[in-house]
């Protein structure tokens, strides 16, 4: 069963940066996207990122792209996502989470009900 420990969270300014971190475990291929889900109180989840674990694609949402950026060490089997030029709107709960490889047409489309096996979560918030 593949587990996350989420780390990084925090309080920022608009305009700053944060480096959300995910150690995972317990996976039994490497046929699988692994990234991150936000969910903001009263709004949908909303997938954010994931790097394909094979050939370390990365898929981003419209809302983040050009100031996020998701890596992986894959030899310490995490996960990282930068993230640059922070907005009030980014505050949120960043879960890891992993899209399996039955959704792999579309691991583009980061949709949040495609992710499964969530870490407990890491509080985002940034402040105007």
């Known amino acids: 069963e593949a587990q996350f420990v989420e780390s990084g969270g925090g309080s920022v300014q608009a305009g700053g940066s944060l480096r959300l971190s995910c150690a995972a475990s317990g996976f039994l291929t490497d046929d699988y996207c692994i990234g991150w889900v936000r969910q903001a109180p009263g709004k949908e989840r909303e997938g954010v990122s994931c790097?394909?674990?094979?050939?370390?694609?990365?898929y981003y949402a419209e809302s983040v792209k050009g100031r996020f950026t998701i890596s992986s060490d894959n030899a310490k089997n995490t996960v990282y996502l930068q993230m640059n030029s922070l907005k009030p709107e980014d505050t949120a709960v960043y879960y890891c989470?992993?899209?399996?490889?039955?959704?792999?047409?579309?691991?583009?489309?980061?949709?949040?009900?495609?992710?499964?096996?969530w870490g407990q979560g890491t509080q985002v918030t940034v402040s105007s």
């Open positions: 989470a992993v899209q399996g490889s039955s959704f792999r047409s579309t691991w583009h489309l980061l949709l949040p009900w495609d992710f499964g096996a």
């Open positions: 790097i394909s674990r094979r050939d370390s694609n990365t």
